[in-house]
């Protein structure tokens, strides 16, 4: 299968270092033109989940913006500009909980819409944590840091209790992982 092709861009709104809206020029490998594709450019991230060495989940009770409520949430954070994202991963990692991991798997590279961009997220699972730090997070919501059993973890992702998807996602692609060993 033949990829789709950008022609053209026009910037309509740029909320830098954020996000900007774009409309694309595309032209589909049969030859036909779309013009004024809607696109999102947004920041790449990186969400990792954590187990400790005694086999807990660090995870995040928090509210953030978009969702109702609390939620539960893995670490995770923007990639700086040239950072590579194993790097943005566990320095998340220390910042928001004080840990360092000795044992790193990529889950993935993920877009976060098909069709319209809206960003990349790079998803990890860190093994074999140990606290290091305290915390030293710069996040504009509370949190409150909480080592959950694996079950619990299952529990809350089966109920909807990671209530953005790139989070259930790395929590499910995590589980997943750790059963294949």
């Avoid at 861009?9 to 589909?28: M, N």
């Avoid at 990186?46 to 939620?71: H, I």
């Avoid at 910042?95 to 360092?100: F, H």
Wanted: proline share 4%; charged share 30%.
């Amino acid at each position: 299968m033949d990829p789709w092709r950008t022609r053209s861009r026009r910037t309509l709104v740029d909320l830098s270092p954020w996000l900007s809206v774009e409309a694309r020029t595309v032209e589909l490998p049969d030859g036909r033109v779309i013009d004024d594709w809607p696109w999102v450019e947004s920041r790449e991230f990186a969400n990792v989940v954590a187990v400790t060495e005694d086999g807990l989940f660090l995870v995040f009770r928090q509210t953030k913006y978009a969702v109702d409520g609390s939620t539960l949430g893995p670490v995770g954070g923007y990639l700086e500009p040239g950072e590579d994202p194993l790097e943005t991963a566990k320095r998340e990692l220390r910042e928001e909980t004080g840990y360092d991991a000795r044992e790193w798997r990529s889950l993935g590279r993920y877009a976060v819409d098909g069709n319209r961009g809206c960003g990349v997220g790079h998803l990890f699972l860190a093994q074999s944590a140990s606290k290091v730090a305290e915390p030293n997070a710069d996040d504009l919501e509370e949190q409150e840091l909480l080592l959950l059993t694996r079950a619990e973890v299952e529990e809350a992702l089966l109920a909807g209790g990671f209530g953005v998807l790139s989070w259930a996602a790395v929590v499910a692609l995590a589980l997943v992982a750790l059963n294949r060993g």
